[in-house]
């Protein structure tokens, strides 16, 4: 039997397979993936990818070419009787974020753009190819202490793996989480719920935002399609139930909730029903620390709120930097720990939320209780939900990477500074060439996607240029974090980032006697809206503030800036110095 070598196997090629297998491509690890399908799906699954999905998928170069295809709803809208009674923002304005919408687009267009990425690096699904049997042997004797043995469906040939690491993305059915016996807690509701993608003819008037009307929904797509969700009323489980539920019974309930409107379809590409089933693993990876599940494989939950595609990506994530960093001996395998740590509690918590909100997605209004609000709850229920819902308020506890003491404001200014919680978006002024710029553009690089983020708010310079001097000063010490950690410049670009924000104007920074100090390190102008970076990011600006961002976009660790060494003190607790 054949025996090959591979650093990370992944099996399972959905959206969240190919993600990982992405994300680890870019950092030059080898990679194979297998699906245990003949061929992938072309319609239907998930089509509402998130802000906060989108930002993870921008650092990658993969989300210009799904926001050129997919459309941009940026409220719900509650229709009842055919008059609009209610709506809401898919994003709060109070939000710092690029994207105050959700992308709505085909999984089959999400999983084209990555697989076209991952053959460019000539690694290709295989196909249609399952794991038999894996174990796991002594990593201390054993580079590739996974042995997984594949097996070609269609050849009945069969070949062994081995590999570092294994990746179980094989959705809620996964046969890795039953071949670890790691229990998939939770239940199968009652519930059910019809669904399609279609072509339609409406006079509906609103077709560019999110219309929900009782027990029926209705999504903008690409290319002029419409998914449509029925969500079936509790009181009609026994004449709908999955097995007795056609396509003319969906048709017939999205024609009735939308009247006086009327609704013709046009052609109907795809259509399922599908049971609520609400369930999450009792653990994401194996003790080991060389297994790890990720997507559908640990979670699953009712499609009502879009949140599968989106949970899995952020799994995929939250993982693969820090396997990376444990790989390279950066830092210690024991924050391979913190992903099941951060991301269990955020599968759980998509659970609880959708319980609420898919039971009153079902509600709708009773036939015999017209004049109730259950539509206004479900609104409710969006908006109470609704950051942790499009990923910008999901946070992570205290750990090894996020900092006890920076769990509390770091200062008295109207919002605040956490660590485990997103990084906030802003728009600056780059003083290189007065050009406007996004902060996440300033401090990503497609080719170095692990590496942390210390970003100087420095607030007035007239108070602060000689602190931010001290600083720079500091960072040319080996002793330093920056070089502490690296053998050479190359390696720290591809470890950290620094740069700089200051309140101060165009003019007095050009002006200023230690110009060519603080511009040693790039530096950004805050004067847009109110200077909204200091704000959002809760900067006193006499006093100034470092914030170190993980390379996943969430906050590490904050500290005024006359405490820069605790910079210095952080990255001793979480990284490993380089080995002489």
């Given at each position: 039997m054949?025996?090959?070598q591979i650093d990370?196997?992944?099996?399972?090629a959905?959206?969240?397979?190919?993600?990982?297998?992405?994300n680890?491509l870019k950092?030059d690890?080898?990679?194979?993936?297998?699906d245990?399908?003949?061929?992938?799906n072309?319609?239907?699954?998930?089509?509402?990818?998130?802000?906060?999905?989108l930002e993870?998928?921008e650092?990658?170069g993969?989300?210009q070419?799904?926001l050129?295809?997919?459309?941009?709803?940026?409220k719900?809208i509650n229709y009842?009787?055919?008059v609009q009674?209610?709506?809401i923002p898919f994003v709060?304005?109070s939000e710092?974020?690029?994207?105050?919408y959700v992308?709505?687009?085909?999984?089959?267009?999400t999983?084209?753009?990555?697989?076209?990425f991952?053959?460019?690096n000539d690694v290709?699904?295989?196909?249609?190819v399952?794991v038999?049997s894996f174990?796991?042997?002594d990593?201390?004797?054993n580079?590739h202490?996974v042995?997984a043995t594949?097996?070609?469906m269609?050849?009945g040939?069969?070949e062994?793996?081995q590999?570092?690491?294994?990746?179980?993305?094989?959705?809620?059915h996964?046969?890795i989480?039953k071949k670890?016996?790691?229990a998939?807690?939770?239940?199968?509701?009652?519930l059910?719920?019809?669904?399609?993608?279609a072509?339609?003819?409406?006079?509906?008037?609103t077709?560019k935002?999110?219309?929900?009307?009782g027990c029926?929904?209705l999504?903008?797509?690409?290319?002029?399609?419409?998914?449509?969700?029925?969500?079936?009323?509790?009181?009609?489980?026994?004449p709908?139930?999955r097995?007795?539920?056609q396509?003319?019974?969906i048709?017939?309930e999205?024609k009735?909730?939308f009247l006086?409107?009327?609704?013709?379809?046009?052609?109907?590409?795809?259509?399922?029903?599908?049971v609520v089933?609400q369930?999450?693993?009792e653990?994401?990876?194996?003790?080991?620390n060389?297994?790890f599940?990720?997507g559908?494989?640990c979670?699953s939950?009712?499609?009502?709120?879009g949140q599968g595609?989106?949970t899995g990506?952020?799994?995929v994530f939250?993982?693969?930097?820090?396997i990376?960093m444990a790989e390279q001996?950066?830092a210690p395998r024991?924050i391979?720990?913190t992903?099941?740590?951060e991301r269990?509690?955020?599968?759980?918590?998509?659970?609880?939320?959708?319980?609420e909100?898919?039971e009153l997605?079902q509600s709708g209004?009773?036939r015999?209780h017209p004049?109730t609000?259950?539509?206004k709850?479900?609104l409710h229920?969006i908006?109470?939900?609704?950051l942790f819902n499009?990923g910008?308020?999901i946070?992570?506890?205290?750990?090894?990477?996020n900092?006890?003491?920076?769990?509390?404001?770091?200062t008295d200014?109207?919002t605040?500074v956490?660590?485990?919680?997103?990084?906030p978006?802003s728009?600056m002024?780059r003083?290189a060439?007065g050009?406007?710029v996004?902060?996440?553009?300033a401090?990503?690089d497609k080719?170095?996607v692990?590496?942390?983020?210390v970003a100087?708010?420095?607030?007035?310079?007239a108070?602060?240029?000689?602190?931010?001097?001290?600083?720079?000063k500091?960072?040319?010490?080996?002793?330093?974090f920056l070089?502490k950690?690296?053998a050479?410049d190359e390696q720290s670009?591809l470890?950290?980032?620094v740069l700089a924000?200051?309140?101060?104007?165009?003019?007095?920074?050009v002006a200023h006697?230690?110009?060519?100090?603080?511009?040693?390190?790039?530096l950004f102008?805050?004067?847009?809206?109110?200077?909204?970076c200091h704000?959002?990011?809760?900067?006193?600006?006499?006093k100034?503030t470092?914030?170190v961002?993980r390379?996943d976009?969430?906050?590490a660790?904050?500290?005024d800036?006359?405490?820069?060494?605790s910079?210095d003190?952080?990255f001793?607790?979480?990284?490993l110095p380089r080995?002489l």
């Amino acid at each position: 039997m054949t025996v090959t070598q591979i650093d990370v196997l992944i099996v399972g090629a959905g959206p969240v397979g190919l993600f990982a297998a992405a994300n680890f491509l870019k950092l030059d690890y080898s990679v194979r993936i297998v699906d245990i399908e003949f061929e992938p799906n072309h319609w239907g699954r998930g089509d509402w990818v998130h802000g906060r999905t989108l930002e993870i998928l921008e650092q990658f170069g993969f989300a210009q070419d799904l926001l050129a295809s997919g459309a941009k709803p940026t409220k719900v809208i509650n229709y009842k009787h055919g008059v609009q009674k209610a709506y809401i923002p898919f994003v709060p304005d109070s939000e710092s974020t690029y994207h105050k919408y959700v992308c709505c687009v085909g999984q089959h267009i999400t999983e084209s753009i990555l697989q076209n990425f991952i053959a460019q690096n000539d690694v290709n699904v295989e196909r249609p190819v399952t794991v038999s049997s894996f174990e796991i042997q002594d990593e201390a004797s054993n580079s590739h202490p996974v042995i997984a043995t594949l097996q070609n469906m269609s050849t009945g040939e069969s070949e062994i793996v081995q590999c570092k690491y294994l990746l179980g993305c094989d959705g809620a059915h996964s046969d890795i989480r039953k071949k670890l016996e790691f229990a998939f807690q939770g239940e199968t509701t009652e519930l059910h719920s019809g669904v399609l993608d279609a072509k339609i003819k409406t006079n509906f008037p609103t077709t560019k935002e999110i219309c929900d009307s009782g027990c029926v929904s209705l999504t903008p797509r690409e290319n002029g399609l419409t998914r449509i969700f029925v969500h079936f009323q509790p009181d009609q489980r026994d004449p709908y139930n999955r097995n007795k539920i056609q396509l003319e019974e969906i048709l017939k309930e999205a024609k009735r909730a939308f009247l006086p409107f009327r609704i013709e379809f046009l052609g109907v590409l795809w259509w399922t029903v599908y049971v609520v089933g609400q369930r999450v693993v009792e653990h994401m990876q194996h003790s080991s620390n060389h297994i790890f599940l990720c997507g559908d494989s640990c979670h699953s939950h009712s499609p009502t709120l879009g949140q599968g595609l989106n949970t899995g990506l952020g799994d995929v994530f939250n993982l693969v930097w820090k396997i990376h960093m444990a790989e390279q001996k950066l830092a210690p395998r024991s924050i391979l720990d913190t992903y099941e740590q951060e991301r269990r509690p955020v599968a759980q918590e998509v659970i609880n939320i959708d319980k609420e909100v898919a039971e009153l997605a079902q509600s709708g209004v009773p036939r015999n209780h017209p004049n109730t609000d259950t539509e206004k709850d479900f609104l409710h229920a969006i908006s109470k939900h609704q950051l942790f819902n499009t990923g910008f308020g999901i946070s992570y506890p205290v750990n090894i990477l996020n900092d006890e003491g920076t769990s509390k404001a770091v200062t008295d200014a109207p919002t605040i500074v956490l660590s485990g919680h997103r990084a906030p978006d802003s728009k600056m002024i780059r003083i290189a060439d007065g050009k406007k710029v996004r902060l996440f553009d300033a401090w990503s690089d497609k080719d170095a996607v692990c590496r942390f983020k210390v970003a100087v708010f420095a607030g007035d310079l007239a108070v602060n240029a000689e602190t931010v001097e001290a600083f720079y000063k500091h960072l040319e010490f080996p002793e330093s974090f920056l070089h502490k950690y690296t053998a050479n410049d190359e390696q720290s670009r591809l470890l950290f980032v620094v740069l700089a924000v200051t309140t101060s104007n165009q003019t007095s920074v050009v002006a200023h006697p230690s110009y060519a100090a603080i511009t040693s390190y790039p530096l950004f102008v805050d004067k847009l809206n109110n200077a909204q970076c200091h704000q959002v990011y809760g900067v006193d600006v006499h006093k100034g503030t470092i914030v170190v961002v993980r390379p996943d976009g969430y906050i590490a660790y904050a500290t005024d800036l006359l405490n820069f060494l605790s910079i210095d003190d952080y990255f001793e607790r979480v990284l490993l110095p380089r080995s002489l």
